[in-house]
Structure formats: structure tokens, C-alpha cells
């Protein structure tokens, strides 16, 4: 079976190469998922774009870390829950609220019906439950959110079957299993 290695900068192309350049003065490195990626210059620059694209959206970056993690954990992505549970606690998440969210809990009611909403996209591939779709509107949010929403979705998935497909190693604290 063809083993997916982790490219070093030598292997990928140029225009890989000045992302990498990019996200080593952004991160202080290249994680191992992004130099994966980077097999492709389309794909890399793509999600990179995309992910960006939600930055400036319908929601905070606490909201967004806290759909990453639900994703990640309906998806069973070691790596992105590794680098994700990182992310959130940086962002304030304390580590059980971390655990909470990997299984789609909130003690803050609008965060709540966001995590139970994705978390059906990804279970469901998208026919979610009408009541979890009509709560995520009396929760405030609009139609933006929502497609924004499933933008955040699908960006994690990508990451998440990348890793699932590669197996590369975790380059990020591994974190406990849920109970």
C-alpha cells in the first residue's frame, strides 16, 4: 500500500513553496496537514482562501474553533482535533469546555444550537432535522450564517478525509478520547 509522506519545501512546487514561505512567517512553521496539501498548489491556496473567506463572516472566532472541533470529532480526525483543541484553548475554551463542544455541547445556548446544527450536516450529509435548522433561525442567525455555516463545514471535512486518507503523523498535542 503507497505510503503518503510529508513533503519538505524541496518537493513541492514554487508557488507551494511561497505559501509555505507564508504560513512559516504566519505560524512559525508548516504544519504537516497544509504541507500535505501542498502536494497541490490549487488545493493549498484554495483552502487556505476558503478558510480566510470565514474569517471576516457570520462568526466569532471562538464560534468558529468550536464547529472545527464538532466536525472534527463527527469525522474522527485525530490531527485536526489535535491541532483544534490547541486552537480553542488558545482562543479562552477551558478543556472541558473543549470536550463539551467535541460532542456538541454548550453551556452558551446560541454556540449550543450552532454545534447541534453542524454537528447533523456532518452526520446527516446536510438533511438535517427542519427543528435544528428553524432553532439555528430563532437563534438569531440568517441565511448568510447558515451557507456560511456549511462553508465551515465542508472546509473542515476537507482537512479532516486529507488526514484520514494520509495518515500523516499529528504534529500537535494529542488529546484524550471522548467518553
Given at each position: 500500500m503507497k505510503t503518503i509522506d510529508v513533503p519538505v519545501r524541496e518537493q513541492v512546487s514554487a508557488q507551494t513553496q511561497e505559501i509555505f514561505d507564508k504560513l512559516n512567517k504566519k505560524?512559525?512553521?508548516?504544519?504537516?496537514?497544509?504541507?500535505?496539501?501542498?502536494?497541490?498548489?490549487?488545493?493549498?491556496?484554495?483552502?487556505?482562501?476558503?478558510?480566510?473567506?470565514?474569517?471576516?463572516?457570520?462568526?466569532?472566532?471562538?464560534?468558529r474553533e468550536a464547529v472545527n472541533l464538532v466536525v472534527s470529532q463527527v469525522n474522527n480526525c485525530s490531527y485536526c482535533l489535535a491541532a483544534h483543541s490547541m486552537l480553542a484553548g488558545l482562543k479562552g475554551?477551558?478543556?472541558?469546555?473543549?470536550?463539551?463542544?467535541?460532542?456538541?455541547?454548550?453551556?452558551?445556548?446560541?454556540?449550543?444550537?450552532?454545534l447541534q446544527l453542524a454537528k447533523s450536516i456532518v452526520e446527516n450529509k446536510g438533511a438535517v432535522e427542519p427543528v435544528l435548522k428553524e432553532a439555528f433561525f430563532d437563534a438569531g442567525y440568517n441565511e448568510a450564517a447558515l451557507i456560511e455555516l456549511i462553508g465551515l463545514v465542508t472546509v473542515r471535512t476537507f482537512t479532516n478525509y486529507v488526514y484520514t486518507l494520509t495518515d500523516i503523523p499529528v504534529d500537535f498535542p494529542a488529546v484524550p478520547t471522548l467518553q
Open positions: 505560524m512559525g512553521r508548516v504544519p504537516n496537514l497544509y504541507a500535505t496539501i501542498g502536494y497541490s498548489d490549487n488545493a493549498l491556496k484554495g483552502i487556505l482562501d476558503f478558510e480566510d473567506a470565514f474569517s471576516h463572516g457570520a462568526f466569532t472566532p471562538k464560534e475554551f477551558s478543556s472541558e469546555e473543549i470536550m463539551q463542544i467535541r460532542k456538541g455541547l454548550s453551556v452558551n445556548t446560541k454556540l449550543q444550537v450552532v
